[in-house]
């Protein structure tokens, strides 16, 4: 957008005034990490400090840590994939094709993220149980799936209805079948919502800890449990490796935000050249 | 959820080991053949705390007494009592032995969701009774253990005094003497509030406040409720009791109502107040140099007697056993390792309280706490209550805890809100 | 073929209301024109949302069922209203959906507000922009758990840095989360924190996808920004601003790590929401019946709430 230097100005203002403030408790958290359990806890709280890095070799050292990093990893990356490879088409079958029911099936998802897992996870885990599901991944991958998969279908639903439906008319009209007019033409046109879901996905899977907590018990860990575990005690919390533990485990994410930025830019320069 | 498989020993493990079997090649583990389960699985799920902390490392004693495989898990308490209750009420508990606490008793009772151990306690093949001595363990801890009144469904492993543990160099400077009752206590923790450097007291205003409130309330002479289940707490005895809490929550640091156990003992370890009114499980803590700036300076004394005696909060965590538990012998054979005298004085001397009284008069118990800790607790229980547990408990907290809460913001007076307290709970018992 | 389709995108989206008022009177004019395409389509159609749906329904059906049989039977078996007599007559209850109303509301608006101003302070910028759309996220990826911990340790009134901060510039801060008069402000400033991202992200997207070329011919038309904002931005925008919108709304309702960990509803029941209220009466006091009885609660206030939002996103643009 073509933009005069003072709209610039605000912008950039706004930008970096909300990154500071947004930031200022994870600054914090970074100066925590960096503390020795008496610093952590010192009054006044110190800025000033003889750093360490010992929470961060500790946690890193941590056989606990790995394992569930692993299986956060494990857990995120298959219910997205499974979220996304259902609800993708799913919403497009929302926006484009005209069919009975299609309000209701819309609601229908919808609903599936309106009750509070609280409310239901008794019954949840009883089918859990009868299908044997308790405790292992693919278990929790379906119950993270059930997180996302309602985000999926109604932003990416939003995504395709922005779309022209011309696009795949001509196609159609061309010859080409209606699920290749889909991935070859519509896809590549909603990269941009793509990512996004795909990352909601993957934090909501990342950040979970209900479901981790109640759908298994012995052979499955993750990370947000873990690091309840570990560094939060029955005396007290141990705030030096927790705040380390915690900025470890945004940096998949953050890995994951920056590598996906790419195709952001990607997806619009396709949808500035069609 | 940190799982700790010990079927592998690890270097580390062994390493560690050798000072568990050094205390278990001297002690004495009476007449049974333990190794009646070796091979069998044993799933152990405990809440992090200080007993959790100090027995992990000594269950590879545990294994190699009775070839007995235990896996081990654990969560902190907020989480470990969701997945407890939430396994329990759909019927998929996997665990065999679990941490519990007493006021969940008659719940888990009604429910049948523990089994039974007094007839384990009583087969010869699996008990030696003699050498166990259940008559060592203190009368509270001995009470908790049928406390749903219909079978005894656990066993204590600790024992929590409330006491007062205080600053002696803040109290020295102030020339002010340890308190001894209420009027004393308020009396020294304004004036040292008003010396303006530290707060005066530091004191639950949290979710669990009712339970260094109760012992406030039996030594004013006032109660929660009757023996059958009648409310009572709307007595006069009760309002100062509140009106007493609430006073001394006047002198505590600013934002009292969020503070639990956690932070009460962040006040204390950082030095931010001069006085605590809670658990004993504090003072290992609080004397660990890496971990307190105060270690030095820490004094203690028993609760404060109010108007009608000293009366304070007493506390059991115990063991319980899955109804659902496909091991229950092994499980009983854990339970009973882990309270016997043997490993409960090794518990102690790693500075946790025992629930049984011939730990107390060990050598070590005296090398590990200062004379005057021991003393405090020892006179706290001796007259100590617990709380009246009842299949509605929590939910009979509930209010009690707003209430507190009010009173303590100033939103509302002792006897106001009590009345309150009083009429939702006749409803909840109606 | 790009100035041709944005100038469609540009006109279809500035007048959806005779849009769908036209397709309100002709629904399926598909249909009836080529009604073997739409057999075509329909089948289509099955094809991508049968199987989702079987599974979908094979796992909630049961939780579902069994929790609203739960929520109308009484204690000693009978089916009944009295759970639901007692949740609304019980202590707090009036303050309790206040709350729960004022939480959702303020945190979805503040949550919505930064994050579309944010995504729209993003379209102006040139360097840095990858930047702050990986730095603004973070909030959003650092686990509640931590976070929560982390804000209530910050915001304590006399142990807390926020407050000795506050202090060195001469302020007595305030009780935050401890205090009854402002702690429901605290958590919603922490869950709206936590959230802006959410917001962010999408609509960022949102803008992403749009053709530069509309937004372009308006300003050269000589719009101010912002009518090109309200006129050509927000329209097109609209079903992405709604559906953020839908969920944010719908995870404020229900939110509960950030509270539970910062306040478990207090002090008194300053913060106390529906949920924070069925999670105690499920694993604190084994309610179970109370717990289903406010969860078909929050399910039939969801349904209302969303269903009017969700028509709307419903109607095509076309």
Known sequence: MHSTPFARLVAYTWLWLCTLVFLSPIAWMVLQSLKTPIEAIAFPPRFIFSPTLANYGAVLSSDGFRSALLGSLIIGMGSVAIALATGVPFAYALARCDFPGRKELGHFILSTKMLPAIVIIVPFIQVYRHIGLLDTYVGVVIAHVLLSLAVVVWVMRGFFQALPRELEEAAVIDGASRLRAFGVIILPLAVPGLITVAALGFILSWNDLFFALTLTSLNVTTLPAFLGTQYVGFLAVDWGKLSAAGLLATLPIMLLAVGLQRFLIRGLALGAVK | MKRREFLTATAAVCALGKLSSASAATSNFGSINWKQQSGTKLNVFMARHPWQEAIEPEIDQFRGLTGINVQLSELPEDQYATKVAADLSAGVFEYDVFMSQYYDAPRYEAAKWTAALDPLMNDPKLTDKNWYDWQDFFPGARQIATIGGKYADRVAITAEAQILIYRKDVLAKLGIAPPLDFNDLLAAADKIGKAGNISGITLRGGTYAWWPFYGVVKSYGGDFLTPDLKPVIDSSQDIEALQMYADLAKDAPQGVTSYDWDEINTAMLSGQAAMFLDSSVIYSRIKDPTLSTVSNEIGAAPFPTGPAGRHGSSHYWSLSMAAASKQQDAGWLFIQWATSKPVQALLQSKGVLAPRASVYGTSDASKMYAADFLDAVKISLTSAVILPANAKFFELMDPLRVAIQQVITGDSTAATSLKSVESQWQKILA | ?318
């Open chain 3, 1 to 318: 073929m790009a100035k041709d389709l944005s100038l469609k995108m540009t006109t279809s989206a500035s007048e959806p209301r005779e849009r769908s008022v036209a397709q309100f009177f002709r629904p399926r004019h598909f249909a009836r024109h080529r009604s073997s395409a739409s057999r075509d389509m329909r089948r289509f159609a099955l094809i991508l949302t049968l199987p989702l749906t079987v599974v979908l329904l094979a796992l909630l059906i049961y939780p579902l069922i069994y929790t609203i049989i739960l929520a109308f039977t009484s204690d000693k078996g009978g089916a009944s209203l009295g759970n639901f007599i007692a949740i609304v007559t019980a202590s707090g209850f009036a303050q309790v959906v206040t709350n729960t109303l004022i939480f959702t509301c303020a945190s979805t608006a503040i949550s919505f507000l930064f994050g579309f101003s944010l995504a729209y302070a993003m379209e102006f910028v040139g360097a840095g922009r990858r930047f702050f759309s990986s730095i603004l996220i973070l909030p959003m990826a650092l686990m509640p758990v931590v976070s929560g911990l982390t804000w209530s340790m910050m915001l304590n009134p006399a142990l807390g840095v926020v407050n000795a901060l506050l202090r060195v510039v001469g302020v007595h801060g305030p009780g935050w989360a401890t205090q009854a008069d402002t702690a429901l402000a605290t958590v919603i400033l922490i869950d709206a924190w936590q959230w802006t991202p959410f917001c962010f992200l999408i609509i960022h997207a949102g803008f992403q996808s749009l053709a530069r070329e509309p937004l372009e011919a308006a300003l050269i038309d000589g719009a101010t920004r912002w009518q090109t904002l309200r006129m050509v931005i927000i329209p097109l925008l609209r079903n992405i601003l709604l559906v953020t919108l839908l969920f944010r709304m719908m995870d404020a309702f229900k939110a509960f790590d950030t509270i539970f960990v910062v306040t478990k509803g207090g002090p008194g029941r300053a913060t106390e929401t529906l949920v924070i209220r069925a999670f105690m009466q499920a694993f604190q006091f084994y309610e179970p019946r109370t717990t289903a009885a406010i969860g078909v609660l929050l399910l039939i206030a969801t349904m209302l709430a969303t269903r009017r939002i969700g028509d709307l996103i419903g109607q095509e643009v076309e």
